[in-house]
Each structure stands twice: as structure tokens, then as C-alpha cells.
């Protein structure tokens, strides 16, 4: 069974930073938009599509890999350079927040795919949010044991997989409702995604800290050690569900992934098959 999220008496006070999911940085003091100088493209879609949806972003170019080598050598870090780069750029983001005490921040990269309805499925789980929370993981790759119904939904489809038309439309019509479910937010179970997430002030604080220096005896990338300071009780970390924020992945996709990607692929606002499109390829055609 879901672990139950704490719910919010009628006269108690709810967290500030949460107050307005509807503004412009979706719920957030700040959102944080990572991009690579070597995919342009991923950057100026992404910034078509905040236009559209008023989302109000700070741009942090993603470390080289030329600086990553450096950073290597002066450091000793033990990461390869490809998730030094990663490592640093969200350390400079924690700096960042830091030094400017911001509250809390959505850390985005440029290269994610985004649900239409974005600030009303912020706006509809964000309420739940218990507090004191460290992460929260609002995209994702994958389903995760813990999350709401995606057991039942996946024993569903492996019992209906078959060529005869009455299992298909039955299967038609459950990723429907089970993409149009209610957002709510629930603890994690391994929390894993980059691509999205949001971080609280001393959280942010910590990783300020302490990641350089952990960088110094772990190889590990971050999605590995933001998620290891969480199972083992040094931070809390939630996820949501479903993710209204998905990274693209040009692996195979499996039922299982698709049911965390975006709800416009059960809807037949896109392909089935998630990765038969890159991101943002069909909003031109959505809105013209």
C-alpha cells in the first residue's frame, strides 16, 4: 500500500513556498533551466514552449567537457568528465541558491518534455506537500514501486496483452483514465531524475557543502548520490504522480516508461510510442 501524505488541517499554515503553483515559476521561488551549448535546438524549443506556457526561467549553461577535464585534474574528483560536467553545473546551481537564499528552486533540463496543463498538476499536488521536505522529483524515467496504482495498472496490461480487439479497446481506455488521474505526490521509494526536480533551501545548503567533497571519493553521478543521501535517511525525497515533466530517451520504451512520459501520447495528441518523436516536434502542428 502507497505510504498516506499528510494532509494539511483546515486552520494550519501551509508552506510559503508553495502558495501559488500557478505563478510563473510553477509553485518555486526560482526555476533553473540547465542547457548544453552543443544542443541549441533543445534550448530555443524550450524557451518557445515557457513563452507559451508563462513559465518564467533562469538559463545555467551546462559545464564543458574541456572544464570538466580540468576540473579532473585539479580536484581529483573520480567521476568521468561527462558527469563531472553534470555534477559541477548543479553545483553552481546550489551555490547559487546559497548565496541568494532562495527557498526552494525547480532544477529543469532544457531537453524535457512537458505536460500541457503543467501548472494545474503542480497546483493539484503541490497542496499535499508535506513539511519539511529535502526533493522533490517531478519528472521521472520510470514508474516506482511506491507510486499510486502502477501495479495494479501494469498487472492490467500484462493480463490484456493479446491481438483481440475487446483487450485492445480495453487497454485503450485504461491508459486513458489512468493518464487523466488525479496528481498527487507520494514518498519515494528510490527517487531518480534529474531531468526535474525541485530542492529546498537547506537541502541546497548541504549538497553547497558537502558534494565537492564527496566528489573527491565517489564516482558516482548525482541521480546516484541524490538518491543515496535519501535512502539512507540523511534527506526526504518525494516524487509525483503521474510526472508532469518527462526526460525523452531514445531507448526502447516498455509499458513501464510509459506510463510516467506524458499523458498526450495516451491521448492520441501524439504517437503511442514516445520515442518516435523527439520533444516539442509536434507543438507547431498542435497550435497552428
Do not use: C
Not at 90 to 114: C, K, W
Request: glycine share 2%.
Amino acid at each position: 500500500m502507497p505510504p498516506q501524505i499528510y494532509r494539511f488541517q483546515p486552520n494550519e499554515p501551509q508552506p510559503r513556498i508553495y502558495s501559488d503553483a500557478m505563478n510563473s515559476t510553477l509553485g518555486f521561488q526560482r526555476v533553473y533551466v540547465v542547457y548544453s551549448a552543443s544542443d541549441p535546438s533543445s534550448l530555443e524549443n524550450f524557451k518557445s514552449i515557457a513563452v507559451l506556457l508563462d513559465i518564467d526561467a533562469r538559463y545555467i549553461e551546462q559545464t564543458s567537457i574541456e572544464r570538466a577535464n580540468t576540473l579532473q585534474r585539479q580536484h581529483a574528483y573520480l567521476a568521468n568528465p561527462v558527469e563531472i560536467a553534470e555534477l559541477d553545473t548543479h553545483a553552481r546551481i546550489y551555490a547559487h541558491m546559497a548565496r541568494h537564499d532562495i527557498q526552494s528552486a525547480l532544477i529543469i533540463q532544457s531537453s524535457v518534455d512537458m505536460e500541457l496543463d503543467i501548472k494545474l498538476r503542480m497546483a493539484s499536488a503541490l497542496g499535499d506537500i508535506p513539511d519539511p521536505y529535502d526533493m522533490l522529483f517531478v519528472g521521472r524515467h520510470y514508474a516506482e514501486p511506491t507510486e499510486p496504482h502502477v501495479q495494479e495498472m501494469m498487472t492490467f496490461l500484462r493480463q490484456t496483452n493479446s491481438s483481440d480487439p475487446s483487450a485492445q479497446m480495453q487497454r485503450v481506455w485504461a491508459k486513458r483514465e489512468f493518464a487523466s488521474r488525479k496528481t498527487r505526490v507520494y514518498l519515494s521509494s528510490f527517487p531518480s531524475g534529474i531531468s526535474a526536480y525541485a530542492i529546498g533551501r537547506q537541502m541546497a545548503r548541504r549538497l553547497h557543502h558537502r558534494l565537492r567533497v564527496r566528489m573527491t571519493f565517489d564516482k558516482h553521478d548525482l541521480d546516484f548520490i541524490l538518491a543515496d543521501v535519501a535512502m539512507v535517511g540523511l534527506s526526504v525525497a518525494y516524487s509525483m504522480s503521474p510526472s508532469p515533466i518527462a526526460a525523452y530517451t531514445t531507448r526502447h520504451v516498455s509499458d513501464n516508461q510509459l506510463l510516467t512520459r506524458s499523458a498526450l501520447h495516451v491521448m492520441s495528441l501524439r504517437q503511442d510510442d514516445p520515442a518516435m518523436l523527439s520533444p516539442y516536434k509536434d507543438w507547431a502542428s498542435m497550435w497552428t
